[in-house]
């Protein structure tokens, strides 16, 4: 980014920092314009005096000054915040001085400008920040207005008749500052909210899916299922709950390490998400097991695709080992209402009949009643 160039690389560590770094580096190249622009109309304006054009570059001038050094601390000192306050000091002295020299606070043009520095140090520092120009500003002014009352005489260096196009310039500045600062604030609200709405839903993440294979962990699952059979349930149809568990991972974390397991683990996971419904779970339940939820089974026959798909998928070759270990998957399968319309007998049944498929390896098995003791039938 074009602003970018402007600014030291450390303050693009921090994204808050950067932002407001972003922004005051505008406002430094947008103030030195315009004020390069009424350098320019002082010099060859009739509408003001010599005296009051020397005095009048004098200040912009000064300003000027202030602002290259605030561009200078933000690309070679990394100093936002001593850039900030000098940009806001740079300002609140050009409005200062544009009132001394102008009739003072009562007839200067520039008088209601006061607001805009103190907004400035709010918005692009902090609250305490604007709270002390606040009170810098707000003593000058008072000691500007005590002066006058006790009889001191600020010069008018501008034209009588260039006073009511002078007020007029003034509040066009003051409103087109105010509605660009206030736009800033709102960024600056809207980017801080959507950066805590992302935190939010990445501790949400973090706290339901498994670090490794970016799957729905375990509790995630479980609030899952359970709102698969209440679908179930209003849709009158069938929920399919499969257990999968690899064969032969065992002997690759033994033999290959835990880096080539893990491999394993993040191949597998990507090729279940891939070969199944966006609407279906997959979860790593821990170890080398994972679960499946198959909502919307209405042919039980479709199982057997299904199934012998995912031990297909599961022994393919990973290409990101050298050695290619054998892989296979068993599954086991229950089938909610059919088997029972408990979740947690649900789940056993499932289990059950994954670790009778794990007896001959690479097969899937359907839940029976037989593979189970008849007290554990009873629901």
């Given at each position: 980014?074009?602003?970018?160039?402007?600014?030291?690389?450390?303050?693009?560590?921090?994204?808050?920092?950067?932002?407001?770094?972003?922004?005051?580096?505008?406002?430094?190249?947008?103030?030195?314009?315009?004020?390069?622009?009424?350098?320019?109309?002082?010099?060859?304006?009739?509408?003001?005096?010599?005296?009051?054009?020397?005095?009048a570059l004098s200040i912009c001038i000064s300003m000027q000054v202030g602002f290259l050094i605030s561009?200078?601390?933000?690309?070679?000192?990394?100093?936002?915040?001593?850039?900030?306050?000098?940009?806001?000091?740079?300002?609140?002295?050009?409005?200062?001085?544009?009132?001394?020299?102008?009739?003072?606070?009562?007839?200067?043009?520039?008088?209601?400008?006061?607001?805009?520095?103190?907004?400035?140090?709010?918005?692009?520092?902090?609250?305490?920040?604007?709270?002390?120009?606040?009170?810098?500003?707000?003593?000058?002014?008072?000691?500007?207005?005590?002066?006058?009352?006790?009889?001191?005489?600020?010069?008018?260096?501008?034209?009588?008749?260039?006073?009511?196009?002078?007020?007029?310039?003034?509040?066009?500045?003051?409103?087109?500052?105010?509605?660009?600062?206030?736009?800033?604030?709102?960024?600056?609200?809207?980017?801080?909210?959507?950066?805590?709405?992302?935190?939010?839903?990445?501790?949400?993440?973090?706290?339901?899916?498994?670090?490794?294979?970016?799957?729905?962990?375990?509790?995630?699952?479980?609030?899952?299922?359970?709102?698969?059979?209440?679908?179930?349930?209003?849709?009158?149809?069938?929920?399919?709950?499969?257990?999968?568990?690899?064969?032969?991972?065992?002997?690759?974390?033994?033999?290959?390490?835990?880096?080539?397991?893990?491999?394993?683990?993040?191949?597998?996971?990507?090729?279940?998400?891939?070969?199944?419904?966006?609407?279906?779970?997959?979860?790593?339940?821990?170890?080398?097991?994972?679960?499946?939820?198959?909502?919307?089974?209405?042919?039980?026959?479709?199982?057997?695709?299904?199934?012998?798909?995912?031990?297909?998928?599961?022994?393919?070759?990973?290409?990101?080992?050298?050695?290619?270990?054998?892989?296979?998957?068993?599954?086991?399968?229950?089938?909610?209402?059919?088997?029972?319309?408990?979740?947690?007998?649900?789940?056993?049944?499932?289990?059950?009949?994954?670790?009778?498929?794990?007896?001959?390896?690479?097969?899937?098995?359907?839940?029976?009643?037989?593979?189970?003791?008849?007290?554990?039938?009873?629901?």
């Amino acid at each position: 980014m074009l602003l970018d160039r402007c600014l030291h690389s450390s303050l693009t560590d921090d994204s808050d920092t950067l932002y407001k770094a972003r922004v005051l580096v505008s406002i430094l190249w947008i103030y030195i314009a315009i004020i390069s622009a009424v350098d320019i109309w002082l010099s060859i304006s009739e509408q003001i005096s010599q005296t009051g054009r020397y005095f009048a570059l004098s200040i912009c001038i000064s300003m000027q000054v202030g602002f290259l050094i605030s561009l200078w601390l933000l690309r070679f000192k990394a100093w936002f915040l001593a850039a900030a306050h000098l940009m806001v000091g740079a300002t609140a002295f050009g409005i200062a001085a544009g009132v001394a020299v102008s009739g003072g606070p009562m007839m200067a043009p520039a008088t209601p400008m006061n607001i805009l520095p103190i907004i400035m140090a709010f918005v692009l520092i902090n609250k305490r920040a604007g709270l002390l120009w606040t009170q810098i500003i707000l003593t000058l002014h008072i000691g500007f207005i005590i002066a006058s009352t006790q009889g001191f005489a600020f010069p008018q260096l501008l034209s009588e008749r260039s006073l009511p196009m002078q007020h007029l310039s003034h509040w066009l500045i003051i409103y087109s500052a105010m509605i660009g600062l206030m736009f800033v604030y709102d960024s600056l609200n809207s980017r801080l909210k959507a950066e805590r709405d992302a935190e939010r839903q990445k501790f949400r993440h973090l706290a339901s899916h498994d670090p490794l294979t970016n799957l729905a962990n375990r509790l995630q699952f479980d609030d899952n299922l359970e709102q698969s059979l209440h679908r179930s349930d209003r849709h009158k149809n069938m929920t399919a709950l499969l257990f999968i568990d690899l064969d032969g991972f065992k002997p690759i974390n033994d033999s290959l390490g835990h880096d080539a397991g893990d491999v394993v683990l993040k191949t597998i996971s990507q090729r279940l998400q891939k070969n199944l419904r966006g609407m279906d779970t997959v979860a790593r339940l821990g170890g080398d097991e994972f679960g499946v939820i198959l909502e919307d089974i209405t042919d039980i026959t479709n199982l057997n695709d299904i199934a012998c798909k995912l031990l297909e998928i599961i022994a393919q070759p990973i290409k990101e080992l050298p050695e290619q270990p054998a892989v296979s998957g068993s599954i086991g399968i229950s089938l909610y209402p059919a088997h029972t319309r408990q979740k947690t007998t649900l789940i056993k049944y499932a289990d059950t009949a994954m670790y009778a498929a794990k007896r001959d390896k690479n097969r899937w098995c359907l839940f029976l009643p037989e593979m189970v003791d008849d007290t554990f039938l009873q629901e």
